[in-house]
Each structure stands twice: as structure tokens, then as C-alpha cells.
């Protein structure tokens, strides 16, 4: 069993203990033998997820082997991602409860703290609307992927207007520790707005200090502790949990 898979299943459960996701979403990776290939859980509650389940797809999103497993819906997203951009290796999709006002109403996210200081990179709304007559909001088809991976460019996270985010990393780490501190920094930009009051004064982080602080983090060993510490959580609870269905 390789480490990114045994990685992407933590991921699953890491990303459900921050309330990240729920029932719903899910976490890809490309694959290191094949670029033109990713891997994704077959259509499951993330916490139920383990190495069995992960499945390999093209990047049309269609399953090498589906074996009749039920397969996402959104699968779409991380395949037309992964078209657009070489750079990306993970990709959140997610309905963070923080984020969604800000995909909603006309006030932009910003970045407020170091760890979140990614938001300040930009943030872009994917509007459904813009790309279909208005119905469904699901991104069940190629064109939609495609238009949110447009809408993307080369940002770290996009907002889904009345559903959710995506979000993308060159690592699974780095993907899942954007997605958990996204939905931080949602809180705490709601918490200062509430406090400072309508026209208060809020001091973000500005450009240098965007610039700075996420240079130092890409680069050093920033992520390493984080991702140390949440994998070594969700593995010890995987392996508590086979060795209970074992009996
Ligand atoms: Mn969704």
C-alpha cells in the first residue's frame, strides 16, 4: 500500500474531525506514476473511508476499473482541475459551514491570520448561473468542471456560490491545510466583522505580508508539524478502528 493512499484516506477523516466535511465531500490526488491520472474514494461518508475504497480515474473522470462501485457525482471537479492545472497534486471539495456566507453575499474573504494567509493569494467566486440556466447547482458534467476550474485560474481556493469550495495544494497536506484554516478564516473574519461592527475598522494582513508569510510557508517546514500531528491522530484512530472490526 502506497503512502499517498494510506495519506488520502487520512485526509478523509482528518478533514472530518475539523468539520470540514460531513456525509459529503471529498479529497483527490493525482497519481505520481501517471499525471493523466488521479485518485478519489468511491462515493462514501469520509469518515468510512479506508484503503479498499480508493479508486484510480482519468482525467475525463471516468474510472480505470469501477468494479460497480458507486462513484461521485462531483467527480468532475477534480478531473478538469487537474487538466488546467500541472502545479496541482490535491484538491478539496468541500461545504465548509464558514465559507458558504462568503460565496453568497458581496464581501470578499481576507486574510486575517498567518496560517490563513493564503486568502490574501485571492479567492475567487465560481457563480453556477454564469455557466448554465439556473437549476441544478451540483458540478456533475464536464462543462461545469471546467468552468470552475476557469474560474479558479491559478488561485489556491475557489467559493461556490450557495454550495461550497474547492480548494488545491502541490501536496495532500498542503491541500487539506488550506481547506481546514479556509474555513478558520471564515470564522474569524465573521468574529472581527461582529466586533468591529458595520464600518468598523479591521486590519488584514496586506501584501507584504501575504507575500511574506506564504513564501515561508511553501518553502520551509512550516506544514510539516501540522501535518505530523493530524496524521499521527487519524492514523491511530483508522488502526483502533480495524483492530475493533477485526474483534
Ligand atoms: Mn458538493
Redesign the pocket.
Known sequence: MSNLVLDLVLSYRILAEHGVVDA??HVSARSPQNPNRYLLSRALAPELVTEDDIMEFDLDSEPVDRQGRGIYL?RF?HGEIYKLRPDVQAIV???SPSVIPFGVTTVPLKPLFNTGAFVGLGIPTFEIRDFQPSGDI??KTHHLGNSLATVLGNKPAAL?RG??SVVVGDSVAAAVIRSIYLELSAKLQMQAMTIAGPGGKIVYLDAAEVAETTARQDSARTWERTWDLWRTKAFNQLQLEKKLRAG
Do not use: A
Open positions: 459529503y465531500g462531483e471537479i471539495h468541500n461545504h451540483i458540478v461556490m454550495h461550497g
